[in-house]
């Protein structure tokens, strides 16, 4: 099959086209790219399942281009859930809500609740508009690989695999939403990302945070699974010190490392190779994905610096983790 890259109007058309058809179509959003498909049909499902070789365990996200589309997905809507809808959606964050009938169990990997999320990316929620049904996506990468935060990125996953990606750019966030379940008495953050817990716990009161760590026993399918990594081997380096001792241990080794840093550290580097990550929180958010990806084609053992920072950095660490197995230096 042949994989077009497109983007604007036609692209939209086109994309709308082949999901009213039955087809599995990436297009941007906020986040990462998503790989998207006619949320109400189980065939489609099992597509998208199969072209990114994900486990049927690990549930979708259903994507909707506005508030009442969420209604006909759910079988129950409290006060508390439509205030946190208006206050943070669109945005960078899945809601789980109890699941409605119409939602088939492949979407939901066979559990009773849905996650729903609303992007706040025009081209993103323009597609699903006129799609004219809710878009079950995952992230656009294959399996196991790191999500794709360009168009590029999606066609060096999916080239055959996929008629049509929707180029929009670079994903303004950079790492995937924030997962919270909404359908007990305490909002639970079940994956963190860019919608911190402070900004959740403003609209309900009190949260349920989900800490940094590497999480072995999996409270949310999905997250026993090993994301994000990149295709060579990644460690996190607990300071400069420990970072320029891992490099050096790596060449002499005979191996060719590349650091992953923040913007104020690059002088006492000297001439070991590095990729800027970026100063502010939100740029290192951005970039780490494609920071990866951009390393791994470059070197043969990546080394990251601890990134200390706000929440959203905490975010990011919790996929920088993941990608390294947990191992710190
Ligand atoms: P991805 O879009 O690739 O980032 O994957 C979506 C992730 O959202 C999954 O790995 C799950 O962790 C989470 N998720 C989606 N729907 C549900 C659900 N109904 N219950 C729990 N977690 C969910
Ligand atoms: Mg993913």
Redesign the pocket.
């Known amino acids: 099959m042949e994989t077009l890259i497109l983007s604007g109007e036609k692209a939209i058309k086109l994309g709308a086209e082949l999901i009213k058809a039955g087809e599995v179509v990436a297009f941007p959003t906020e986040t990462v790219y998503g790989l998207g498909g006619n949320a109400l049909d189980s065939a489609c499902i099992a597509k998208i399942y199969q072209a990114k070789g994900r486990p049927a365990d ?4 259903v994507h909707i281009a506005k508030v009442e589309d969420i209604y006909p997905l759910v079988s129950e809507f409290s006060e508390r859930n439509k205030r946190v809808v208006e206050k943070l959606m669109p945005g960078p964050i ?1 809601v ?1 809500f109890p699941k409605s009938d119409i939602v088939p169990d492949s979407v ?1 990997a066979g ?1 009773k ?3 729903i999320r609303m992007p706040k990316m025009a081209i993103a929620r323009k597609f699903i508009e006129a799609c004219g049904v809710p878009i079950a ?3 656009a990468n294959a399996s196991t690989r790191v999500s794709p935060t360009t168009a590029s990125h999606v066609y060096e996953d999916m080239k055959g695999r996929i008629p049509l990606i929707i180029d929009g750019g670079d994903s303004d966030v950079g790492i ?1 939403s924030t ?1 919270v379940d909404l359908t007990g008495e305490i909002p639970t953050i ?2 963190p990302g860019a919608i911190t817990a402070e900004m959740l716990a403003e609209v309900v009161g009190s949260v349920r945070t989900h800490k940094g760590e590497v999480i072995s026993s999996a409270p ?4 026993k699974y090993k994301h994000y990594a990149p295709t060579v081997p990644m460690v996190v380096a607990s300071d400069m010190k420990a970072l320029i001792e891992e490099y050096d241990r790596q060449v002499a080794l005979d191996k060719k490392p590349l650091c992953l840093i923040r913007g104020q550290a690059i002088d006492i580097l000297g001439d070991r190779k590095f990729i800027n990550l970026g100063d502010s929180d939100y740029e290192v958010c951005r970039n780490i994905y494609k920071s990866m990806r951009d390393a791994e084609k470059v070197c043969d053992y990546i080394i990251c610096i601890y990134l200390e920072g706000s929440e959203i950095c905490k975010s990011v660490m919790n996929r920088v983790l993941k990608a390294s197995g947990g191992k710190i230096v």
Do not use: D, H, K
């Not at 690990?58 to 996200?61: A, K, R, T």
């Not at 949310?220 to 997250?223: F, R, S």
């Open positions: 690990n549930p979708l996200i899945t789980l939901t559990l609740t849905v996650g996506a995952p992230s995937e997962v079940l994956r949310a399918p999905g997250m």
